[in-house]
T-cell receptor, first 117, second 112 residues
Framework: DTGVSQNPRHKITKRGQNVTFRCDPI?????LYWYRQTLGQGPEFLTY????????KSRLLSDRFSAERPKGSFSTLEIQRTEQGDSAMYLC???????????????FGPGTRLTVL | SQELEQSPQSLIVQEGKNLTINCTSS?????LYWYKQKYGEGLIFLMM?????EEKSHEKITAKLDEKKQQSSLHITASQPSHAGIYLC????????????FGTGTRLKVLA
């Protein structure tokens, strides 16, 4: 098991451009999460998938953000018309639902650092 | 997040010294996770605590969850430069919750 992977690791873009990030979770993990982390802060929840279904989106996720997990495996996070305030580290995590209740341990990828000029 | 307060915000210790990081919540925690993050990288899972009074250890790192399940501490014994990084506590407040609430982190530097 190679862990959660994210691509690209770094992205520099100009304001107004669209960007897309990819996350490959640990194989057979059915849950996938996106978080955003700005300098000096802890990660903030953005959205969550169980298999291919997107079950919750944070208010932080504006209309310019869209996430997909088409086959219940990898996921993409797209930001349209990027703004300087979108500059952050975007973290992906995955977990395996082993119980009907309780919480799962989330395993994080290395993140994609976005810089919007 | 204001739901979870970490202290101290930063810490510089001499190699070999012990240290403690605290994570405090105003609400009862269902689960508490400790992660370590190297600067500019992802989070590495350290430990998960769920039961009041629970204590877990991994190598030189010990984490405890108090009986009231509102505070956790992370203790490093005989710190090494490899312990340097950002320590984050992440919490879940109810059963079945899937999103973590994170503290702002504690930045640890260990001087050789």
């Amino acid at each position: 098991d190679t862990g959660v992977s994210q691509n690209p690791r770094h992205k520099i873009t100009k304001r107004g451009q669209n960007v897309t990030f990819r996350c490959d979770p640990i194989s057979e993990h059915n849950r996938l999460y996106w978080y955003r982390q700005t300098l000096g802060q802890g990660p903030e929840f953005l959205t969550y998938f169980q298999n291919e279904a997107q079950l919750e989106k944070s208010r932080l996720l504006s209309d310019r953000f869209s996430a997909e997990r088409p086959k219940g495996s990898f996921s993409t996070l797209e930001i349209q018309r990027t703004e300087q305030g979108d500059s952050a580290m975007y973290l992906c995590a995955s977990s395996s639902q082993k119980r009907t209740s309780g919480t799962d341990t989330q395993y994080f990828g290395p993140g994609t650092r976005l810089t919007v000029l | 997040s204001q739901e979870l307060e970490q202290s101290p915000q930063s810490l510089i210790v001499q190699e070999g010294k012990n240290l403690t990081i605290n994570c405090t919540s105003s609400k009862t925690l269902y689960g508490l996770y400790w992660y370590k993050q190297k600067y500019g990288e992802g989070l590495i899972f350290l430990m998960m605590l769920q039961k009041g009074g629970e204590e877990k250890s991994h190598e030189k790192i010990t984490a405890k969850l108090d009986e009231k399940k509102q505070q956790s501490s992370l203790h490093i014994t005989a710190s090494q430069p490899s312990h340097a990084g950002i320590y984050l506590c992440g919490a879940v407040f109810t059963s079945g919750t899937y999103k973590y609430i994170f503290g702002t982190g504690t930045r640890l530097k260990v001087l050789a």
